[in-house]
């Protein structure tokens, strides 16, 4: 078609009335009766979609009951890990100032006493692990001792 041909063919189809463009056959019906009466291949792909759904739901709650339970045991007992945490911290000051000389003495014996307070509060503990008074006590005899070195070898007032 040419440019001319294709003009012409455009300005008489817009002005011809209006047509209504329609299937050959008459369609509704079959529509309808698919509407009315899904097939048994749908219906079979229905149930096979919920049977998935129902799958992936089990394999989710099997899932997360397996490490609720695995993350249940293996809950870091808080003692020992808060034990841990200043144990390294505690090694960390005295390798750090092994080289400085002490202010005091007998801040060793001070140590020591402190490190008794300590053993006695863990044994309280095993009894009830999770007691918050005993897990404060020990929170604070463990900052006793690190104030304790930090003190004897870096005293605040030789700092600027």
């Known amino acids: 078609m040419s440019k001319p041909d294709f003009e012409q063919f455009l300005n008489d189809s817009l002005n011809q009335p209006k ?7 008459n369609l509704w019906p079959g529509i309808e009766r698919a509407i009315a009466h899904p097939t048994e291949q749908q219906a079979e ?3 096979f979609t919920w049977n998935k759904l129902a ?3 089990a394999c989710c709650v099997a899932a997360l009951l397996s490490v ?3 993350v249940a045991q293996t809950e870091p007992n808080t003692m ?10 505690k090694q960390g000051l005295l390798v750090q100032y092994q080289n400085q ?4 003495d007998n801040w060793q014996q001070q140590l020591k006493e402190l490190e008794e307070a300590e053993s006695a509060i863990k044994q309280a503990l095993e009894n009830e692990p999770e ?14 001792q690190l104030d304790l070195i930090n003190k004897v070898h870096a005293p605040k007032w030789q700092t600027i």
Request: aromatic share 10%.
């Open 45 to 47: 792909q229905s149930r």
């Open 131 to 144: 007691n918050p008074a005993l897990l404060q006590m020990l929170s604070q005899v463990y900052q006793q």
């Open 68 to 70: 609720q339970l695995f």
């Open 101 to 104: 000389p002490a202010l005091t």
């Open 55 to 57: 799958a992936v739901a």
């Open 80 to 89: 020992i890990a808060m034990s841990d945490y200043f144990t390294k911290q």
């Open 19 to 25: 047509q209504d463009i329609g299937p050959d056959k």
